[in-house]
């Protein structure tokens, strides 16, 4: 089955940028969402079909997809986004499609 | 306003049963695909289930195969779990979570909490 890498943490200073990574195999060719999920709280959508944005989520959040990486891209960092962040896929080649990375920490300094 | 409310949850023993509910509002329930998604304690996202619109097809994590059934009841917009032969394993927070634009998961419940546990 599909496996999606992430790094289970990530630093970083106010008001730098952070990126987080999900490796997959020939990830481009998939579709990547990535998930916001703060304690305590359900997971919401911030970034769906590698880099568009839903309505609500500030432009601060950015995607992009290359070869074997999706990356997720936070400009501007504000200690509200402090988080954890899924990445995503649709495996469809897979009678169980759905796969998520295994989640990083993101931690503003 | 999409609201997702889930109800079920309790403590179980090993290789019991439990059923989950998703009471869904504020969207088309029968036009979107639906789906289970679990956290165990301080552990990632994991897949559980998802059900297409119609309720004809269904998907199911290898972990939970032949134990859990997903279905649905479109005329009274709500989502099911039924969940047997449980397992320690099992414990987490289960979410139903709605799929949007095809393969993303835009909206989610608030969860509920599975315990298994002798």
């Known amino acids: 089955s599909y496996v999606l890498t992430q790094p289970p943490s990530v630093s970083v200073a106010p008001g730098k940028t952070a990126r987080i990574t999900c490796g997959g195999n020939?990830?481009?060719?998939?579709?990547v969402h990535w998930y916001q999920q703060k304690p305590g709280q359900a997971p919401v959508l911030v970034i769906y079909?590698?880099?568009d944005r839903p309505s609500g989520i500030p432009e601060r959040f950015s995607g992009s997809n290359s070869e074997n990486t999706a990356t997720l891209t936070l400009s501007w960092v504000e200690a509200g986004d402090e988080a954890d962040y899924y990445c995503?896929?649709?495996?469809?080649?897979?009678?169980?499609?759905?796969?998520f990375g295994g989640g990083t920490k993101l931690t503003v300094l | 306003e999409v609201q997702l409310l889930e109800s079920g949850g309790d403590l179980v023993q090993p290789g019991g049963s439990l059923r989950l509910s998703c009471v869904a509002s504020?969207?088309?329930?029968?036009?979107?695909?639906m789906n289970w998604v679990r956290q165990a304690p301080g552990k990632g996202l994991e897949w559980v289930s998802g059900?297409?619109?119609?309720?004809?097809?269904?998907f199911y994590a290898d972990s939970v195969k032949g134990r859990f059934t997903i279905s649905r009841d479109n005329s009274k917009n709500i989502l099911y779990l039924q969940m047997n032969s449980l397992r320690d394993e099992d414990t987490a927070i289960y979410y139903c979570?709605?799929?949007?634009?095809?393969?993303?998961?835009?909206?989610w419940g608030q969860g509920v909490l599975v315990t298994v546990s002798s």
């Open positions: 979570a709605k799929e949007g634009r095809p393969q993303t998961f835009d909206s």
């Open positions: 504020g969207f088309s329930f029968s036009r979107n695909a």
């Open positions: 059900i297409n619109a119609g309720g004809g097809n269904t």
């Open positions: 020939n990830i481009r060719t998939k579709s």
């Open positions: 079909y590698d880099s």
């Open positions: 995503q896929v649709w495996d469809s080649s897979s009678d169980h499609p759905v796969v």
